[in-house]
Protein backbone atom coordinates (compact mmCIF):
# COMPACT_ATOMS: atom_id res chain seq x y z
CA UNK A 1 0.00 0.00 0.00
CA UNK A 2 2.77 2.35 -0.87
CA UNK A 3 0.09 4.93 -2.41
CA UNK A 4 -1.41 4.90 1.64
CA UNK A 5 1.49 5.94 2.37
CA UNK A 6 2.48 8.56 0.29
CA UNK A 7 -1.09 10.01 0.09
CA UNK A 8 -0.80 9.99 4.38
CA UNK A 9 2.51 11.76 4.14
CA UNK A 10 1.28 14.41 1.91
CA UNK A 11 -1.84 14.75 4.09
CA UNK A 12 -0.06 15.36 6.87
CA UNK A 13 2.66 18.22 5.48
CA UNK A 14 -0.45 19.67 4.34
CA UNK A 15 -2.41 19.70 7.30
CA UNK A 16 1.41 21.16 9.44
CA UNK A 17 1.69 23.63 6.60
CA UNK A 18 -1.81 25.11 6.74
CA UNK A 19 -1.53 25.27 10.76
CA UNK A 20 1.76 27.09 10.18
CA UNK A 21 0.91 29.35 7.72
CA UNK A 22 -3.40 29.78 8.88
CA UNK A 23 -2.94 29.44 13.01
CA UNK A 24 0.04 28.96 14.69
CA UNK A 25 3.26 27.70 15.02
CA UNK A 26 2.16 25.65 18.50
CA UNK A 27 -0.52 24.36 16.86
CA UNK A 28 1.42 23.49 13.90
CA UNK A 29 3.94 21.62 16.19
CA UNK A 30 0.84 20.01 17.78
CA UNK A 31 -0.66 18.48 14.75
CA UNK A 32 2.79 17.51 13.28
CA UNK A 33 3.42 15.21 16.56
CA UNK A 34 -0.09 13.75 16.73
CA UNK A 35 -0.57 13.33 12.99
CA UNK A 36 2.47 11.58 12.62
CA UNK A 37 2.31 9.12 15.44
CA UNK A 38 -1.56 8.20 14.23
CA UNK A 39 0.13 7.97 10.33
CA UNK A 40 3.12 5.67 11.78
CA UNK A 41 0.75 2.90 13.69
CA UNK A 42 -2.54 3.46 10.90
CA UNK A 43 0.50 2.16 8.11
CA UNK A 44 2.08 -0.55 10.21
CA UNK A 45 -1.63 -2.18 11.13
CA UNK A 46 -3.10 -1.12 7.27
CA UNK A 47 -2.29 -4.54 5.78
CA UNK A 48 -4.61 -6.47 8.72
CA UNK A 49 -7.89 -4.37 6.84
CA UNK A 50 -8.37 -7.10 4.37
CA UNK A 51 -11.21 -6.77 2.48
CA UNK A 52 -12.55 -3.50 4.88
CA UNK A 53 -9.68 -1.73 3.52
CA UNK A 54 -12.28 1.09 1.17
CA UNK A 55 -13.68 1.54 5.31
CA UNK A 56 -10.27 1.96 6.79
CA UNK A 57 -8.80 4.49 3.78
CA UNK A 58 -12.29 6.32 4.45
CA UNK A 59 -11.62 6.59 8.18
CA UNK A 60 -7.91 6.86 8.09
CA UNK A 61 -8.60 10.29 5.49
CA UNK A 62 -11.33 11.35 8.08
CA UNK A 63 -8.60 11.91 10.68
CA UNK A 64 -6.37 14.81 8.01
CA UNK A 65 -9.79 16.30 7.47
CA UNK A 66 -10.94 17.09 10.66
CA UNK A 67 -7.46 17.95 11.61
CA UNK A 68 -7.49 20.82 8.12
CA UNK A 69 -10.67 21.70 9.57
CA UNK A 70 -9.49 23.11 13.39
CA UNK A 71 -6.94 25.01 11.38
CA UNK A 72 -9.82 27.18 11.50
CA UNK A 73 -12.19 26.20 14.13
CA UNK A 74 -15.95 26.64 13.99
CA UNK A 75 -18.71 24.43 15.29
CA UNK A 76 -19.61 22.20 12.35
CA UNK A 77 -23.38 21.06 11.34
CA UNK A 78 -24.39 17.32 12.35
CA UNK A 79 -23.87 16.27 9.05
CA UNK A 80 -20.17 16.99 8.96
CA UNK A 81 -20.17 15.62 12.75
CA UNK A 82 -21.48 11.96 11.34
CA UNK A 83 -19.53 12.04 8.47
CA UNK A 84 -16.40 13.59 9.87
CA UNK A 85 -15.66 14.53 13.35
CA UNK A 86 -16.99 11.24 14.67
CA UNK A 87 -15.40 8.93 12.57
CA UNK A 88 -11.99 10.40 13.03
CA UNK A 89 -12.44 10.52 16.64
CA UNK A 90 -13.32 6.92 16.45
CA UNK A 91 -10.41 5.84 14.27
CA UNK A 92 -8.40 8.25 15.72
CA UNK A 93 -8.94 6.65 19.02
CA UNK A 94 -8.81 3.08 18.03
CA UNK A 95 -5.13 4.08 16.23
CA UNK A 96 -3.83 5.41 19.13
CA UNK A 97 -4.49 2.24 21.23
CA UNK A 98 -3.34 0.03 18.71
CA UNK A 99 0.24 1.10 19.08
CA UNK A 100 1.07 -2.52 20.47
CA UNK A 101 -0.01 -4.04 17.44
CA UNK A 102 2.13 -1.46 15.66
CA UNK A 103 4.84 -2.18 17.24
CA UNK A 104 4.57 -5.82 16.73
CA UNK A 105 4.70 -5.36 12.99
CA UNK A 106 7.52 -3.35 13.04
CA UNK A 107 9.24 -6.50 14.51
CA UNK A 108 8.00 -8.64 12.05
CA UNK A 109 5.44 -10.52 14.54
CA UNK A 110 1.49 -10.38 14.17
CA UNK A 111 -0.61 -10.15 17.20
CA UNK A 112 -3.87 -11.31 17.00
CA UNK A 113 -7.29 -9.39 17.24
CA UNK A 114 -6.37 -5.93 15.56
CA UNK A 115 -9.67 -5.44 16.00
CA UNK A 116 -9.64 -5.24 19.61
CA UNK A 117 -8.72 -1.85 20.27
CA UNK A 118 -11.53 -0.39 17.44
CA UNK A 119 -14.29 -2.48 19.05
CA UNK A 120 -13.12 -0.63 22.40
CA UNK A 121 -13.22 2.88 20.72
CA UNK A 122 -16.64 2.05 19.21
CA UNK A 123 -17.89 1.96 22.71
CA UNK A 124 -16.37 4.70 23.31
CA UNK A 125 -18.15 6.61 20.81
CA UNK A 126 -21.42 6.15 22.41
CA UNK A 127 -20.03 6.30 26.07
CA UNK A 128 -18.82 10.06 24.48
CA UNK A 129 -22.54 10.70 23.36
CA UNK A 130 -24.63 9.71 26.21
CA UNK A 131 -24.12 10.33 30.13
CA UNK A 132 -24.97 8.48 33.06
CA UNK A 133 -28.26 9.44 35.68
CA UNK A 134 -26.86 8.60 39.24
CA UNK A 135 -27.86 9.66 42.81
CA UNK A 136 -25.04 9.87 44.83
CA UNK A 137 -25.33 10.80 48.65
CA UNK A 138 -21.90 12.12 50.50
CA UNK A 139 -21.51 12.75 54.52
CA UNK A 140 -19.43 15.52 55.08
CA UNK A 141 -17.64 16.20 58.80
CA UNK A 142 -17.69 12.41 59.52
CA UNK A 143 -14.46 12.48 61.09
CA UNK A 144 -10.81 12.93 60.52
CA UNK A 145 -9.00 10.84 57.57
CA UNK A 146 -5.19 11.37 57.60
CA UNK A 147 -3.50 11.62 54.14
CA UNK A 148 -5.19 12.16 50.45
CA UNK A 149 -7.44 9.17 49.43
CA UNK A 150 -10.56 7.52 48.26
CA UNK A 151 -12.99 7.45 50.70
CA UNK A 152 -16.55 5.60 51.28
CA UNK A 153 -19.18 8.31 52.33
CA UNK A 154 -20.59 7.81 55.94
CA UNK A 155 -23.29 6.02 56.78
CA UNK A 156 -25.71 8.72 58.80
CA UNK A 157 -27.97 10.78 57.13
CA UNK A 158 -30.15 14.22 57.66
CA UNK A 159 -33.84 14.05 56.74
CA UNK A 160 -33.00 17.31 54.46
CA UNK A 161 -30.06 16.71 52.49
CA UNK A 162 -28.70 19.81 50.20
CA UNK A 163 -29.40 19.03 46.39
CA UNK A 164 -26.81 19.85 44.20
CA UNK A 165 -26.31 19.12 40.74
CA UNK A 166 -22.96 19.87 39.22
CA UNK A 167 -21.99 20.60 35.42
CA UNK A 168 -18.19 20.29 34.84
CA UNK A 169 -16.29 19.90 31.60
CA UNK A 170 -19.21 20.23 29.20
CA UNK A 171 -16.62 21.53 25.91
CA UNK A 172 -19.30 22.48 23.35
CA UNK A 173 -17.65 20.56 20.61
CA UNK A 174 -18.19 17.51 18.61
CA UNK A 175 -19.14 15.50 20.91
CA UNK A 176 -21.42 18.07 22.53
CA UNK A 177 -23.83 20.29 20.45
CA UNK A 178 -25.71 22.97 22.00
CA UNK A 179 -29.25 21.25 21.32
CA UNK A 180 -27.21 18.31 23.80
CA UNK A 181 -26.10 20.85 26.42
CA UNK A 182 -28.87 22.60 26.94
CA UNK A 183 -31.00 19.23 26.59
CA UNK A 184 -28.72 18.52 29.30
CA UNK A 185 -28.97 22.16 31.27
CA UNK A 186 -32.95 21.83 31.10
CA UNK A 187 -32.63 18.22 32.63
CA UNK A 188 -30.77 19.94 35.56
CA UNK A 189 -33.42 22.56 36.20
CA UNK A 190 -36.71 19.95 36.12
CA UNK A 191 -35.25 18.25 38.90
CA UNK A 192 -35.17 21.22 41.06
CA UNK A 193 -32.09 20.82 42.98
CA UNK A 194 -31.24 23.51 45.70
CA UNK A 195 -28.34 24.57 43.64
CA UNK A 196 -26.47 24.02 40.02
CA UNK A 197 -22.61 24.51 40.41
CA UNK A 198 -20.87 24.36 36.97
CA UNK A 199 -17.40 23.81 37.75
CA UNK A 200 -15.43 25.21 34.31
CA UNK A 201 -13.92 24.11 30.97
CA UNK A 202 -17.09 25.60 29.21
CA UNK A 203 -15.76 25.32 25.27
CA UNK A 204 -13.17 23.80 22.91
CA UNK A 205 -11.69 25.30 20.48
CA UNK A 206 -14.49 25.02 18.05
CA UNK A 207 -16.85 26.86 20.05
CA UNK A 208 -14.99 29.76 21.12
CA UNK A 209 -15.68 32.65 18.80
CA UNK A 210 -19.26 32.78 18.75
CA UNK A 211 -20.69 33.78 21.90
CA UNK A 212 -23.92 32.78 20.76
CA UNK A 213 -23.68 29.24 21.42
CA UNK A 214 -22.63 28.77 24.79
CA UNK A 215 -25.25 31.38 26.05
CA UNK A 216 -28.13 29.81 24.02
CA UNK A 217 -27.40 26.03 25.89
CA UNK A 218 -27.06 28.00 29.37
CA UNK A 219 -30.13 29.76 28.57
CA UNK A 220 -32.61 27.68 30.42
CA UNK A 221 -30.43 28.14 33.96
CA UNK A 222 -32.66 31.60 34.00
CA UNK A 223 -35.30 29.84 35.14
CA UNK A 224 -33.31 29.36 38.73
CA UNK A 225 -31.64 32.88 38.66
CA UNK A 226 -30.26 33.03 42.19
CA UNK A 227 -29.37 29.07 42.67
CA UNK A 228 -26.54 29.06 39.99
CA UNK A 229 -22.94 29.59 40.59
CA UNK A 230 -19.64 28.98 38.49
CA UNK A 231 -15.81 29.38 39.01
CA UNK A 232 -13.57 28.95 35.38
CA UNK A 233 -11.48 26.14 34.16
CA UNK A 234 -8.34 26.39 32.60
CA UNK A 235 -10.05 26.14 28.79
CA UNK A 236 -11.79 28.86 29.94
CA UNK A 237 -8.77 31.50 29.97
CA UNK A 238 -8.76 30.89 26.45
CA UNK A 239 -12.11 32.62 25.77
CA UNK A 240 -12.72 34.63 28.96
CA UNK A 241 -15.35 37.34 27.50
CA UNK A 242 -17.20 34.15 25.53
CA UNK A 243 -17.63 32.70 28.57
CA UNK A 244 -18.78 35.29 31.29
CA UNK A 245 -21.62 36.70 28.57
CA UNK A 246 -23.08 33.39 28.58
CA UNK A 247 -22.67 32.80 32.10
CA UNK A 248 -24.21 35.95 32.88
CA UNK A 249 -27.24 35.67 29.93
CA UNK A 250 -28.01 32.31 32.00
CA UNK A 251 -28.61 34.34 35.50
CA UNK A 252 -25.16 32.36 36.86
CA UNK A 253 -22.72 34.26 39.66
CA UNK A 254 -19.50 33.85 38.47
CA UNK A 255 -17.16 33.50 41.40
CA UNK A 256 -13.23 34.53 40.71
CA UNK A 257 -11.91 34.10 43.77
CA UNK A 258 -15.44 35.34 45.43
CA UNK A 259 -17.80 33.79 48.08
CA UNK A 260 -21.79 34.25 48.32
CA UNK A 261 -23.59 33.02 51.00
CA UNK A 262 -27.13 31.60 49.83
CA UNK A 263 -30.24 30.62 51.55
CA UNK A 264 -31.74 27.06 50.26
CA UNK A 265 -34.34 24.70 51.24
CA UNK A 266 -31.30 22.86 53.07
CA UNK A 267 -30.36 26.12 55.34
CA UNK A 268 -27.44 28.63 54.42
CA UNK A 269 -24.61 27.62 52.53
CA UNK A 270 -21.40 29.33 52.17
CA UNK A 271 -19.96 28.97 48.00
CA UNK A 272 -16.63 29.62 47.38
CA UNK A 273 -15.21 29.80 43.92
CA UNK A 274 -11.39 29.77 43.24
CA UNK A 275 -10.17 30.88 39.98
CA UNK A 276 -7.94 28.46 37.83
CA UNK A 277 -4.13 29.42 39.44
CA UNK A 278 -1.76 27.69 36.61
CA UNK A 279 1.26 28.63 39.08
CA UNK A 280 1.24 29.24 43.29
CA UNK A 281 -1.39 26.99 44.04
CA UNK A 282 -0.77 26.62 47.48
CA UNK A 283 -0.51 30.56 48.13
CA UNK A 284 -3.58 31.14 45.63
CA UNK A 285 -5.83 29.37 47.84
CA UNK A 286 -4.16 30.81 50.90
CA UNK A 287 -4.99 33.93 50.16
CA UNK A 288 -8.32 32.98 48.88
CA UNK A 289 -9.50 31.41 51.83
CA UNK A 290 -8.00 34.21 54.46
CA UNK A 291 -10.19 36.95 52.76
CA UNK A 292 -13.41 35.06 52.92
CA UNK A 293 -12.82 33.34 56.16
CA UNK A 294 -15.75 30.32 57.22
CA UNK A 295 -19.17 31.10 58.86
CA UNK A 296 -19.39 29.86 62.13
CA UNK A 297 -21.81 26.46 62.23
CA UNK A 298 -22.49 26.84 57.93
CA UNK A 299 -22.03 24.45 55.51
CA UNK A 300 -18.74 25.38 53.31
CA UNK A 301 -18.69 24.44 49.88
CA UNK A 302 -15.85 24.95 47.60
CA UNK A 303 -15.47 25.16 43.81
CA UNK A 304 -12.34 24.47 42.08
CA UNK A 305 -11.67 22.91 39.04
CA UNK A 306 -8.72 20.85 39.29
CA UNK A 307 -8.91 18.23 42.00
CA UNK A 308 -5.09 18.43 42.29
CA UNK A 309 -4.99 21.94 43.42
CA UNK A 310 -6.88 20.14 46.46
CA UNK A 311 -3.92 18.99 48.55
CA UNK A 312 -2.97 22.53 48.71
CA UNK A 313 -6.05 23.51 50.17
CA UNK A 314 -5.48 24.51 53.92
CA UNK A 315 -7.22 21.97 56.03
CA UNK A 316 -10.54 22.55 57.29
CA UNK A 317 -11.34 25.17 55.13
CA UNK A 318 -13.76 23.18 53.17
CA UNK A 319 -16.74 20.89 54.20
CA UNK A 320 -16.87 19.76 50.39
CA UNK A 321 -15.02 20.57 47.39
CA UNK A 322 -16.56 19.91 43.58
CA UNK A 323 -13.99 19.38 40.91
CA UNK A 324 -13.90 18.65 37.68
CA UNK A 325 -11.13 18.49 35.13
CA UNK A 326 -10.30 14.63 34.64
CA UNK A 327 -13.07 14.16 32.64
CA UNK A 328 -13.25 11.14 35.19
CA UNK A 329 -9.52 10.01 33.88
CA UNK A 330 -12.09 9.60 30.52
CA UNK A 331 -10.21 5.96 29.66
CA UNK A 332 -10.73 3.05 32.03
CA UNK A 333 -12.73 0.36 33.90
CA UNK A 334 -15.20 2.41 35.31
CA UNK A 335 -18.09 1.28 33.14
CA UNK A 336 -17.79 -2.11 34.91
CA UNK A 337 -17.79 -1.11 38.45
CA UNK A 338 -13.85 -0.87 38.75
CA UNK A 339 -12.07 2.28 39.64
CA UNK A 340 -9.40 2.17 37.79
CA UNK A 341 -8.41 4.81 34.86
CA UNK A 342 -5.36 4.85 32.76
CA UNK A 343 -4.83 8.14 34.30
CA UNK A 344 -3.90 7.39 37.55
CA UNK A 345 -0.83 5.42 35.71
CA UNK A 346 0.81 8.37 35.01
CA UNK A 347 -0.44 11.25 37.74
CA UNK A 348 -1.56 10.66 41.25
CA UNK A 349 -4.24 13.61 40.95
CA UNK A 350 -7.90 12.52 42.17
CA UNK A 351 -9.29 11.03 39.25
CA UNK A 352 -13.16 10.66 40.35
CA UNK A 353 -15.51 9.89 43.19
CA UNK A 354 -15.11 10.75 46.85
CA UNK A 355 -11.88 11.58 48.21
CA UNK A 356 -10.82 12.76 51.90
CA UNK A 357 -8.23 14.44 53.62
CA UNK A 358 -8.60 14.77 57.29
CA UNK A 359 -11.89 16.71 57.58
CA UNK A 360 -12.32 18.06 54.08
CA UNK A 361 -13.80 15.96 51.47
CA UNK A 362 -13.58 16.52 47.60
CA UNK A 363 -15.68 15.25 44.97
CA UNK A 364 -14.34 14.58 41.54
CA UNK A 365 -17.38 14.90 39.08
CA UNK A 366 -16.69 12.54 35.90
CA UNK A 367 -17.90 15.14 33.43
CA UNK A 368 -20.64 16.61 31.35
CA UNK A 369 -18.57 15.98 28.05
CA UNK A 370 -14.81 15.40 27.25
CA UNK A 371 -11.91 17.02 25.30
CA UNK A 372 -8.23 16.39 24.22
CA UNK A 373 -8.38 12.31 23.96
CA UNK A 374 -10.36 11.86 21.14
CA UNK A 375 -13.30 9.46 23.53
CA UNK A 376 -14.77 8.08 26.46
CA UNK A 377 -13.57 5.00 26.38
CA UNK A 378 -14.69 3.26 29.55
CA UNK A 379 -15.50 5.97 31.95
CA UNK A 380 -18.75 7.30 31.29
CA UNK A 381 -20.01 11.07 31.05
CA UNK A 382 -21.95 11.66 34.55
CA UNK A 383 -25.22 13.31 35.14
CA UNK A 384 -25.32 13.10 38.78
CA UNK A 385 -28.18 14.37 41.65
CA UNK A 386 -25.33 14.97 44.30
CA UNK A 387 -26.77 14.92 48.19
CA UNK A 388 -25.05 16.43 50.74
CA UNK A 389 -25.44 15.25 54.14
CA UNK A 390 -23.91 17.57 56.98
CA UNK A 391 -25.13 15.74 60.53
CA UNK A 392 -22.89 17.79 62.43
CA UNK A 393 -24.36 21.04 61.02
CA UNK A 394 -27.83 19.95 60.60
CA UNK A 395 -29.02 22.14 63.36
CA UNK A 396 -27.65 25.03 61.30
CA UNK A 397 -28.78 24.19 57.86
CA UNK A 398 -32.14 22.93 58.82
CA UNK A 399 -33.78 19.75 58.28
Not at 182 to 208: N, W
Not at 285 to 308: E, S, T, V, W, Y
Amino acid sequence: MSWLAVGSFLAWAVVVLLALGLRSRAYAVFRGIQLGLHTLIALAIAPASGALWPLFVYLHASVYLHSLSLVRPRLRPLAYRVLISWPSAFFGAGTLLALPWALAAALGWRLPAVWLPYAAALIGVLQSLTAREEQVDVVVADGVVPGLRRHVTGAERVARPLRIIQITDPHLGPFMSVRRLRSIVESAVRRDPDLVLLTGDFLTMESQADPALLATALEPLQAIAGRAFACFGNHDHEAPATVRHALAHGGVRLLMDESALVQTGAGPVQILGADFAFRGREQHLARLCADHPRRPGILRLLLLHDPGAFRHLPEGEADLVLSGHTHGGQVGLVSLGLRWTMMRLFVKSPDHGLWARGTDRLYVHRGTGHYGFPLRIGVPAENSLLRVHAPGLEASIGQ
